[in-house]
C-alpha cells in the first residue's frame, strides 16, 4: 500500500484545490482553485512546498485523518482546532505552524474560526495525476483528483514523501493581515445597464452575504440595484469576483468555481487583492464597496504580493527554548508529579 492519509471522517466539505486550472474557460471549465490563494499559500510556506502545491482545503469544518506513512510533515493555515492522537488521549495542536506526524497518528482538523475556509499542506505534496494540468478539484463536472469531489471515509491520499524531511518545525514571525474595510471595485464592465443611483446605492451601502454562498459565488442580502432596461444581456465571458446582478436587483459575487460565460449584467468586478477575504467570508458577513481605478487595483495588487513574499521570508524556526505546548501536552506530567512528591518523604 502506498504511502499516504487515510481519511477517517471527511468533515464538512473538504476537497484538493491547488492554485487552479487555467486555460480552459473557451471549453466551459472554471478556474476553481483555492477560495483563499493566500491561505494556501501560506500552508505551503510552513513545510517548505512550492506555493501553488496542492493542499486539503476544509470548509468549515476539518476531516479525522490517520497517517498511513512511516512520518508527515503538516500544516493548517487559519485558526482552527487541531487534536492529534497516538493511542492515548488527544492534545492539541497550534494551527499556524508545522507539525511532525508519525504512521499510525490521528489528526482530528475542527472547527475554522473567523473564517469559512482554511488549508493543510502536507510536505512533499500528495502523489495524485493533474487533470488539465491542475490538481483542483471541480465538483460539478466530476473534474480534478478523486472525480473531483470530497473524499470519504477509507480514501487514501497517497504522499510523495513516504517519511518527512529532519528539519526544524516552522511558524510565522507575524499573521498575515487580509485587510478591512471596504471591498474594492472596478466598475463595470456593464456600468451603463444600471441607473446612476444603482451605483451609488452599491457603493454606499452594506451587503451580508446569505446562506446561498458557495465555491461558485456570493449571494448578498440587502438594498435591491436597478437596471436601466433589463439585467439581460447578450452572454459573454466572466471572471472571477464579478458580480453580476440578476433580474431580482441583488448582486451576486462569482468565486473559484463560477461559470464561465453569463447573460446578467455586471456591475463592477472586485479586484484580486481582495479576492481571498471573500473566499473567507462566512454567512452573515457584512460587505461595503469602494471603487478604484484599474491602475489603483494593479497596486494594490501588487503591494499584496510584496506582503506574502515578506511573510514567507519571516518564517521562522519554533523556539526550541521557552515552553513548547506540543512537547508540554505530549509529556507524561502525571508520573512525573507523583515521583516528586513521593521524594519529598525520602
Given at each position: 500500500?502506498?504511502?499516504?492519509?487515510?481519511i477517517?471522517?471527511?468533515?464538512?466539505?473538504?476537497?484538493?484545490?491547488?492554485?487552479?486550472?487555467?486555460?480552459?474557460?473557451?471549453?466551459?471549465?472554471?478556474p476553481?482553485?483555492?477560495?483563499?490563494?493566500?491561505?494556501?499559500?501560506?500552508?505551503?510556506?510552513?513545510?517548505?512546498?512550492?506555493?501553488?502545491?496542492?493542499?486539503?482545503?476544509?470548509?468549515?469544518?476539518?476531516?479525522?485523518?490517520?497517517?498511513?506513512?512511516?512520518?508527515?510533515?503538516?500544516?493548517?493555515?487559519?485558526?482552527?482546532?487541531?487534536?492529534?492522537?497516538?493511542?492515548?488521549?488527544?492534545?492539541?495542536l497550534?494551527?499556524?505552524?508545522?507539525?511532525?506526524?508519525?504512521?499510525?497518528?490521528?489528526?482530528?482538523?475542527?472547527?475554522?474560526?473567523?473564517?469559512?475556509?482554511?488549508?493543510?499542506?502536507?510536505?512533499g505534496?500528495?502523489?495524485?495525476?493533474?487533470?488539465?494540468?491542475?490538481?483542483?478539484?471541480?465538483?460539478?463536472?466530476?473534474?480534478?483528483?478523486?472525480?473531483?469531489?470530497?473524499?470519504?471515509?477509507?480514501?487514501?491520499?497517497?504522499?510523495?514523501?513516504?517519511?518527512?524531511?529532519?528539519?526544524?518545525?516552522?511558524?510565522?514571525?507575524?499573521?498575515?493581515?487580509?485587510?478591512?474595510?471596504?471591498?474594492?471595485?472596478?466598475?463595470?464592465?456593464?456600468?451603463?445597464?444600471?441607473?446612476?443611483?444603482?451605483?451609488?446605492?452599491?457603493?454606499?451601502?452594506?451587503?451580508?452575504?446569505?446562506?446561498?454562498?458557495?465555491?461558485?459565488?456570493?449571494?448578498?442580502?440587502?438594498?435591491?440595484?436597478?437596471?436601466?432596461?433589463?439585467?439581460?444581456?447578450?452572454?459573454?465571458?466572466?471572471?472571477?469576483?464579478?458580480?453580476?446582478?440578476?433580474?431580482?436587483?441583488?448582486?451576486?459575487?462569482?468565486?473559484?468555481?463560477?461559470?464561465?460565460?453569463?447573460?446578467?449584467?455586471?456591475i463592477?468586478?472586485?479586484?484580486?487583492?481582495?479576492?481571498?477575504?471573500?473566499?473567507?467570508?462566512?454567512?452573515?458577513?457584512?460587505?461595503?464597496?469602494?471603487?478604484?481605478?484599474?491602475?489603483?487595483?494593479?497596486?494594490?495588487?501588487?503591494?499584496?504580493?510584496?506582503g506574502?513574499?515578506?511573510?514567507?521570508?519571516?518564517?521562522?524556526?519554533?523556539?526550541?527554548?521557552?515552553?513548547?505546548?506540543?512537547?508540554?501536552?505530549?509529556?507524561?506530567?502525571?508520573?512525573?508529579?507523583?515521583?516528586?512528591v513521593?521524594?519529598?518523604?525520602?
Amino acid at each position: 500500500m502506498a504511502d499516504g492519509l487515510e481519511i477517517v471522517h471527511p468533515g464538512l466539505y473538504t476537497t484538493v484545490q491547488d492554485l487552479g486550472r487555467f486555460g480552459f474557460q473557451d471549453l466551459g471549465v472554471p478556474p476553481s482553485g483555492a477560495l483563499d490563494t493566500v491561505g494556501l499559500r501560506q500552508a505551503n510556506a510552513l513545510v517548505g512546498n512550492r506555493p501553488g502545491e496542492a493542499c486539503l482545503e476544509i470548509s468549515y469544518v476539518g476531516p479525522v485523518i490517520r497517517v498511513a506513512a512511516e512520518s508527515v510533515r503538516i500544516a493548517v493555515s487559519g485558526e482552527v482546532r487541531l487534536a492529534v492522537a497516538d493511542g492515548g488521549p488527544p492534545r492539541p495542536l497550534a494551527s499556524n505552524r508545522s507539525h511532525r506526524l508519525g504512521r499510525g497518528d490521528t489528526l482530528t482538523v475542527g472547527a475554522v474560526s473567523g473564517a469559512s475556509t482554511a488549508y493543510l499542506a502536507v510536505e512533499g505534496g500528495f502523489d495524485l495525476p493533474p487533470v488539465l494540468g491542475s490538481l483542483s478539484s471541480y465538483g460539478r463536472a466530476g473534474l480534478g483528483p478523486l472525480g473531483g469531489r470530497p473524499p470519504v471515509a477509507g480514501t487514501i491520499l497517497p504522499l510523495r514523501l513516504g517519511q518527512c524531511r529532519d528539519s526544524d518545525e516552522m511558524t510565522f514571525a507575524k499573521p498575515m493581515d487580509y485587510g478591512a474595510g471596504p471591498v474594492r471595485v472596478v466598475l463595470g464592465p456593464q456600468r451603463e445597464a444600471f441607473t446612476e443611483d444603482a451605483v451609488a446605492t452599491l457603493l454606499g451601502s452594506q451587503y451580508r452575504v446569505s446562506k446561498e454562498a458557495d465555491r461558485m459565488g456570493l449571494r448578498l442580502d440587502g438594498p435591491k440595484l436597478r437596471h436601466r432596461v433589463s439585467a439581460d444581456i447578450a452572454s459573454d465571458g466572466l471572471v472571477s469576483g464579478c458580480i453580476q446582478v440578476p433580474g431580482n436587483g441583488l448582486p451576486i459575487i462569482l468565486l473559484a468555481d463560477h461559470q464561465t460565460v453569463g447573460g446578467y449584467a455586471k456591475i463592477a468586478t472586485v479586484i484580486s487583492a481582495d479576492l481571498p477575504r471573500l473566499g473567507r467570508a462566512v454567512p452573515g458577513t457584512v460587505l461595503a464597496f469602494a471603487a478604484v481605478t484599474v491602475a489603483e487595483a494593479e497596486s494594490l495588487r501588487r503591494a499584496q504580493e510584496n506582503g506574502i513574499q515578506r511573510l514567507i521570508r519571516e518564517i521562522v524556526p519554533v523556539p526550541a527554548t521557552g515552553i513548547d505546548l506540543d512537547a508540554l501536552y505530549g509529556a507524561d506530567l502525571i508520573s512525573g508529579m507523583v515521583d516528586a512528591v513521593s521524594g519529598l518523604g525520602r
